[in-house]
């Protein structure tokens, strides 16, 4: 099962309806090497601003962590078969330092943080992501990638 392998932790359980920053829960990367938070967006009225950011403490945003992050080809809900142009197709995955601004209505965006970027020797082991859109409605999971499996790990939230 992939659950035994990657951990999969929902950091928005009710749809986010951005008015201004919203975080997603933190998460504890202290016992894992990846976090790829996956979010989808309904219709959003200007581009959504992704940032990661890691501290101390939960919701301590102190140190801003490089990521990756890719668009998804085509709106959520259409395929086209062998195609390129299909929501479940990621377009080519871009570098961030400390924001991504990327023009997400009705798309997918995944973003991909590795622990390797996090100061977690001195403590920083919190990371907390946020999201920044005018107007529009979001749904975030992440999928980490554990430095230990098992079919029941502890969870990565405070």
Same mark, same amino acid.
């Given at each position: 099962?992939?659950?035994?392998?990657?951990?999969?932790?929902?950091?928005?359980?009710?749809?986010?309806?951005?008015?201004?920053?919203?975080?997603?829960?933190?998460?504890?990367?202290?016992?894992?090497?990846?976090?790829?938070?996956?979010?989808?967006?309904?219709?959003? /009225?200007? *581009? +959504?601003?992704? #940032?990661?950011?890691?501290g101390?403490?939960t @919701? !301590?945003?102190?140190? &801003?962590?490089?990521?990756?992050?890719?668009?998804?080809?085509?709106a959520? /809900?259409? *395929? +086209?078969?062998? #195609?390129?142009?299909?929501?479940?197709?990621? @377009? !080519?995955?871009?570098? &961030?330092?400390?924001?991504?601004?990327?023009?997400?209505?009705?798309?997918?965006?995944?973003?991909?943080?590795?622990?390797?970027?996090?100061?977690?020797?001195? @403590?920083?082991?919190?990371?907390?992501?946020?999201?920044?859109?005018?107007?529009?409605?979001?749904?975030?999971?992440?999928?980490?990638?554990?430095?230990?499996?098992?079919?029941?790990?502890?969870?990565?939230?405070?």
């Open positions: 099962m992939i659950a035994e392998n990657l951990k999969i932790v929902p950091v928005w359980v009710q749809p986010v309806d951005f008015t201004s920053a919203t975080d997603t829960d933190s998460i504890d990367m202290s016992g894992y090497h990846k976090a790829t938070f996956i979010y989808m967006f309904e219709t959003c /009225g200007a *581009a +959504v601003v992704h #940032s990661m950011n890691c101390l403490t @919701g !301590a945003k102190t140190t &801003a962590v490089p990521f990756k992050h890719a668009l998804g080809g085509a959520i /809900g259409t *395929a +086209v078969a062998g #195609s390129a142009a299909s929501c479940d197709v990621l @377009g !080519a995955w871009g570098d &961030a330092t400390t924001t991504a601004s990327i023009t997400a209505s009705t798309k997918m965006v995944v973003c991909e943080v590795d622990a390797a970027n996090m100061d977690i020797a001195n @403590g920083y082991k919190w990371l907390t992501g946020t999201t920044t859109c005018a107007s529009g409605i979001g749904f975030c999971l992440v999928i980490l990638e554990p430095r230990y499996s098992g079919n029941s790990s502890v969870t990565a939230l405070a």
